[in-house]
């Protein structure tokens, strides 16, 4: 079954709104969440690495106040998508590993991913 | 060019048949990762692989790390595995999620 819940899988949302996705580890505890965005026929670029009870580390290019994200337990991180525009359309997935940050011997787990459609 | 080139883009095949999709990269990597996206857009891991070679079912993963060359085979392939198969490579001292994708394979089996 699925380790990492994430929800809500379809969102539509009027432009200037705001959109809250979460993503959850189910069974296990998670330190670190992963938050990609995947435009079509893109590849997943990472936007930023969710730290439980610390800031979220953003990659370059990708506004920390544009997309809010907050770890406050070890098995929920939140992404929220503020005053969402058109152009925030895209399909966002997170993902988390058994071994914390700096484990590279342990596999993702995915969640589900969320397709935002801003009107 | 892309750190991530994944062969071919598109592959349409006859169920039964043997499937490979090629993945090179440019950067030194701790670890390649192919994962299984759906329709639906979910994503799947289907191995994580540092040296060697690995086997789950139908599914076999090989990689190379002086020619920074992996495949993943299908073997006697049936239209439930239609899905974009997804190429990752984690840069050598990189976070865990840190990945760099390739734009995916994808492949459609016929009955």
């Known amino acids: 079954g699925a380790v990492v819940s994430q929800h809500p899988s379809r969102v539509i949302c009027k432009s200037g709104t705001s959109v809250k996705i979460e993503c959850r580890s189910l069974d296990f505890q998670a330190t670190t969440m992963f938050w990609y965005r995947q435009f079509p026929k893109q590849s997943l670029m990472l936007m930023a690495t969710?730290?439980?009870?610390?800031?979220?580390?953003?990659e370059q290019g990708v506004e920390k106040d544009k997309f809010l994200i907050n770890h406050a337990s070890l098995t929920l991180s939140t992404l929220t998508v503020t005053s969402a525009h058109p152009e925030d359309s895209s399909f966002y997935i997170c993902s988390a590993s058994f071994g914390g940050r700096r484990s590279s011997n342990s596999p993702l787990h995915f969640g589900n991913g969320t397709r935002l459609t801003v009107t | 060019k892309n750190e991530v080139e994944q062969s071919p883009q598109n592959l349409t095949a006859q169920e039964g048949e043997f499937i490979t999709i090629n993945c090179s990269y440019s950067v030194g990597i701790s670890a390649l990762h192919w994962l299984q996206q759906h329709p639906g857009g979910g994503i799947v891991s289907l191995f994580m692989?540092?040296?060697g070679k690995k086997k789950h079912g139908r599914l076999i993963a090989t990689i190379n790390i002086q020619e920074k060359h992996s495949s993943l085979h299908i073997t006697a392939s049936h239209p439930r595995d239609s899905a974009v198969y997804i190429c990752a490579v984690l840069n050598y001292g990189g976070s865990q999620g840190n990945l760099i994708f390739g734009k995916g394979t994808k492949l459609s089996v016929k009955p």
């Open positions: 969710s730290n439980e009870g610390s800031k979220a580390t953003y």
């Open positions: 692989l540092s040296s």
